[in-house]
């Protein structure tokens, strides 16, 4: 089937879905019987004709609290399908975000799993809340050719689709309208990086509430006979890996969490024991052969392991490119729906997001004095640098309800401002260095990204997390030191030597002599895990100060003792830091 952007809708696929691929499977839980797409489509015309049933009036908003599931799918279908407007919300929201959302949205119905049901508790009574597990049965999966579908309402692409609410990273959660053309004008874009067939096997670990797992793992495969498999619980390691093993799948989506993990728990140290890795010579044939094993490790057939939603750290970025691991990188965001540039496998290079997609009109807005680091080494001028700005079909109308933000976002010029910093090269590839709104002036007038600070500080061997900010005294550094390190300190204050003989045998000699030395300058009078990890913050400091130009340099390190509050795509919350409530 040749979609089209400006004719079709989100209720077309699955009826389409059913005439080209049948009882190919479609949706299900990894391990369970499938969903195919004849019925798919059946499940959701039932749905569809219930909504009416229920008084669903075009253009009203539906609910959908769920974790991923084939349900999940039919809900969203059948409510383009009954001209409704979907409303999909993160699970990891609170009962009170929820509450709000659905009170902001207007929307007199909702379909929630059981886990979520809880939190829609104290709702307006008129709100009707429904089971989403009812909605593939397998009597609602059956093909009934006698259904009465006259009374569905036209739907064309222009109607709304979506209304997604997105946490964000700088405060309060906004609605961001997506048309039916938006979306499917971004999964057919989307075609330049990857295109897809009914051999494809996707393992989805993202939530579907987000536009990244929807349009790229979700559309784009209903809209390719593809089929998806879900877990049925976080992916976690000991979820994730036999379900790996298990499905084999040639389509992977994440954040750069996942596959940051992977690397520094288990490829980096194993590289760095051996002792032909030393030696220039042999790194690339050892680059490769780790290539391999993760390759293996994610079930051995994959060729499409996406990775956006927040930026990969160049370490791990250089290395899937020496592994030749079968990654591609994408910039998008949810006003977008989402991607609107995109490296394909092979043809990734560190920090680079890639070229625009088909139809993404992508311009560089000059900022006054802006000047993005790199810019000159990767072929672009210092005055190219500034706001990315973005047009085209995949492009939102705006926020719901809420005129103000959308004229400041999308102003009369036609382009959706995105807050986002970088440039492009001679090539013409988008290369993204972080959000306008964390720049920090310098002293001196400099313009310093918190970004490229972080990335600095996280390549450190004793971190695992950092957030930098501005105030009165310079930069300040918030760290989060790795579990293990602050694990392996309480061991060596416990055993002495053999402690430091451990730790350097675990982590190598240079992290183990440090280990030692932070808690032989601890001092005997402060023989504890807090005086120590003082000597390893000022160490951390220290070295990552070195890295710096000398106006972003790091004035104070602050222990961050808990895990950073983040967002369902992995980013730090970066207004909730630091602690307003500090005494």
């Not at 910039?331 to 977008?336: P, Q, V, W």
């Not at 560190?350 to 810019?375: F, N, Q, S, T, Y």
């Not at 030597?497 to 183990?512: D, H, I, N, R, Y």
């Amino acid at each position: 089937m040749t979609y089209n952007y400006d004719k079709h809708t989100l209720g077309d696929i699955p009826r389409f879905g059913a005439e080209e691929f049948g009882e190919l499977p479609a949706l299900a839980m990894a391990g369970s019987e499938a969903l195919s797409y004849r019925g798919l489509e059946a499940s959701v015309r039932r749905a569809a004709l219930d909504l009416l049933a229920l008084g669903l009036a075009k253009g009203d908003r539906v609910v959908i609290l769920s974790e991923n599931r084939p349900e999940w799918g039919v809900a969203s279908f059948s409510i383009a399908r009954a001209g409704g407007v979907s409303v999909p919300i993160l699970v990891d929201f609170p009962p009170e975000q929820v509450a709000n959302i659905v009170e902001h949205s207007g929307a007199r119905i909702v379909w929630a799993s059981a886990k979520q049901r809880r939190k829609l508790e104290g709702l307006d009574p008129g709100i009707r809340v429904l089971p989403i597990e009812d909605l593939a049965s397998p009597e609602r999966r059956a093909w009934d050719e006698g259904l009465d579908l006259a009374g569905l309402p036209q739907v064309v692409s222009t109607d709304l689709a979506a209304i997604v609410y997105t946490s964000g990273t700088t405060g309060r959660s906004k609605g961001v309208m997506l048309t039916h053309r938006n979306l499917i004008a971004d999964a057919l874009a989307c075609e330049s990086v990857i295109v897809l067939s009914p051999k494809d096997v996707l393992l989805s670990i993202l939530p579907l509430a987000h536009t990244y797992e929807y349009t790229i793992g979700f559309l784009i495969p209903m809209m390719s006979g593809s089929s998806i498999n879900y877990l049925d619980k976080p992916p976690s390691a000991s979820a994730l890996l036999p379900a790996l093993a298990s499905i084999k799948p040639t389509i992977v989506l994440s954040v750069p969490l996942v596959i940051e993990k992977v690397y520094r728990s288990g490829v980096k140290p194993k590289l760095e024991k051996m002792a032909l890795y030393r030696l220039a010579f042999f790194r690339p044939l050892l680059d490769r052969l780790a290539g391999r094993s993760l390759m293996r490790s994610f079930g051995g057939r994959i060729r499409f392991f996406g990775v956006g939603g927040a930026p990969l750290d160049p370490e791990v970025e250089a290395f899937l490119i020496r592994a030749r691991f079968p990654h591609a990188i994408g910039y998008g965001l949810t006003e977008t729906a989402p991607i609107i540039a995109a490296a394909k496998v092979g043809s990734t290079k560190v920090k680079m997001a890639g070229p625009p997609l088909g139809g993404a009109e992508i311009r560089i807005l000059p900022l006054p004095g802006a000047h993005v680091p790199d810019a000159a080494a990767e072929g672009a001028a210092a005055d190219q640098a500034g706001e990315i700005i973005v047009r085209g079909p995949m492009v939102g109308p705006g926020y719901y309800k809420d005129p103000e933000r959308t004229a400041e976002a999308f102003p009369a010029d036609g382009y959706f401002h995105t807050g986002d910093l970088g440039f492009l090269d001679r090539k013409g590839r988008l290369y993204v260095r972080g959000r306008s709104k964390t720049m920090i002036l310098g002293a001196s007038g400099e313009n310093i990204y918190p970004e490229e600070v972080e990335a600095v500080l996280n390549s450190s061997p004793f971190v695992a997390e950092s957030l930098v900010y501005g105030d009165d005294e310079g930069l300040t550094a918030l760290v989060q030191l790795k579990p293990e390190i602050l694990d392996e300190l309480a061991s060596y204050l416990k055993e002495g030597l053999m402690g430091a003989e451990k730790a350097a045998a675990k982590f190598g000699q240079s992290v183990g002599q440090a280990l030692r030395h932070a808690v032989e300058q601890a001092g005997a009078a402060e023989q504890a895990v807090e005086g120590a990890t003082k000597v390893l913050l000022a160490r951390v400091k220290k070295e990552t100060n070195e890295r710096l130009a000398a106006f972003s340099r790091i004035a104070k390190v602050e222990a961050q003792t808990e895990p950073f509050e983040k967002t369902p795509t992995q980013k730090i919350k970066r207004f909730l830091y630091p602690r307003r409530d500090k005494g």
